[in-house]
């Protein structure tokens, strides 16, 4: 029931974001702690100077991370975990 109600979740975020046009890549760094994520919206559309990044183990709820991620000045989204 737990997992059926979390794949409803997220399918209901994923077409949220669909309808505002956003996408986003997220890249690990070599160290795979660096993080860096690219926001792609509807065009003039503002993006916030920060973003919380979840992420959520399957399994073990005491590996979840939240992470801030902070805008630099090339537009990208940077944190650690």
């Not at 979390?6 to 997220?26: W, Y």
């Not at 065009?43 to 959520?56: K, S, Y």
Request: without cysteine; positive net charge.
């Amino acid at each position: 029931y737990k997992q059926g109600l979390a794949i409803s979740q997220r399918l209901a975020r994923d077409q949220e974001a669909a309808t505002l046009g956003l996408n986003a890549e997220l890249v690990a760094g070599a160290n795979g702690q660096d993080l860096r994520l690219f926001l792609a919206g509807s065009a003039g559309a503002a993006t916030p100077e920060a973003l919380q990044l979840r992420i959520v183990h399957p399994t073990r709820a005491g590996a979840d991370q939240v992470v801030t991620l902070k805008k630099n000045a090339a537009g990208f989204y940077v944190g650690q975990l």
